[in-house]
């Protein structure tokens, strides 16, 4: 068995996030504004993807590697099709304990169950905000809340619990709505996270003010649903968690903006073309399709994996700066969130 990978830091290499496709059914202005991912764009081709033989083989390597769960992000994931095969193969991976995706939901009525029958444990789902104008604002393709509301709806009612939501607050545009998408959720058993916007990417025209901090986050669901911390569920977790004291759930903030967390960062990512990435703020990639293709041997491609991330010295985060946020990064839409 290959011993557990560790970065330059000693971080241990305990999370894969694997990006099935670059496509999205939305242009959600934080992640693939409409102006850049237009019809011109030129995505993926089919060929260029890893197929889910090529994902399976390299995750069980992952595995081997100390990697403990996998998330399966996009783009969409729910638009490449026949994703209830590559689940149930994740799902055999001997040593693999958490098995995730994240969505926007739009796409779950049709498909949650099926991939609860196939091996996926839970779900996180986009949604920015519970006003349906601003939210069709923020996704840019004119899909309103209630087509989340029923993806998240039958993810519970397929067993793909506890489901999460992901809302992505940035000032002037849905941060006014923070307090009732947390009302809304207050004793359902679901638990909210808000995330301050971040300089992913490129093309999303980020900009410092458009932060809403976790902090002025949390005070504000706080004057209204008393909160107290929590203790984090394991080390390297995103979100800094917050009780409701009067026991009706949890929310997490995640505040990369702010408060990095880079120092306790164990996630590796992979691109649907198969390029290892091991920052969400990456420029390039190690391209192990390359070597999968050429006919690499397991071995080769686990020592690989290793050389990688031993290599690891990223802490976009902490050491951001005017002069950092300007450079050429992978796009969100791309290696996921």
């Known amino acids: 068995m290959p011993a557990d990978a560790r970065d330059a830091f000693d971080r241990p290499l305990r999370d ?9 059914n939305f242009r959600c202005v934080y992640c693939m504004p409409k102006e850049v991912f237009g019809p011109a764009f030129q995505f993926l081709d089919r060929e260029e993807l890893l197929t889910y033989e090529e994902i399976e083989r390299l995750a069980r390597l992952f595995v081997a590697r100390g990697v403990e769960k996998i998330r399966i992000t996009g783009g969409e994931p729910l638009v490449r099709r026949g994703l209830p095969g590559l689940v149930r193969r994740l799902a055999a991976v001997e040593g693999l304990r958490d098995l995730t995706l994240t969505t926007n939901g739009a796409l779950l009525p049709a498909q949650a169950a099926p991939l609860r029958e196939a091996g996926l444990r839970r779900v996180t789902v986009s949604l920015d905000s519970l006003d349906d104008a601003v939210f069709r604002a923020m996704n840019d393709v004119d899909a309103g809340v209630e087509v989340v509301l029923a993806g998240i709806e039958a993810a519970l009612a397929a067993g793909l619990g506890p489901v999460k939501v992901n809302a992505v607050v940035r000032r002037g545009l849905n941060d006014h709505t923070i307090v009732d998408l947390a009302r809304h959720f207050h004793g359902s058993g679901v638990i909210v996270r808000f995330i301050e916007y971040m300089d992913v990417g490129t093309t999303n025209g980020w900009a410092l003010d458009h932060v809403t901090p976790a902090a002025e986050i949390v005070a504000r669901i706080d004057a209204v649903l008393p909160l107290e911390p929590a203790d984090p569920n394991y080390r390297g977790e995103v979100a800094r968690r917050y009780r409701y004291r009067d026991g009706g759930g949890e ?27 091991t920052c969400l703020f990456g420029a390039n990639g190690f391209d192990l399709r390359a070597l999968l293709r050429a006919g690499a041997d397991d071995a080769e491609l686990s020592e690989a994996i290793a050389r990688v991330w031993r290599v690891r010295e990223d802490r976009y985060s902490e050491l951001r700066t005017e002069a950092t946020s300007g450079l050429a990064r992978v796009e969100m839409s791309h290696i996921g969130g």
């Not at 894969?16 to 999205?24: E, I, K, Q």
């Not at 995640?254 to 164990?266: K, L, Q, Y």
């Open 251 to 277: 929310i997490g903030v995640i505040s990369s903006i702010t408060e990095p967390f880079c120092g306790d960062c164990t996630r590796a990512r992979l691109s649907p073309e198969g390029s290892l990435y």
């Open 16 to 24: 894969l996030r694997v990006s099935v496709t670059d496509r999205c």
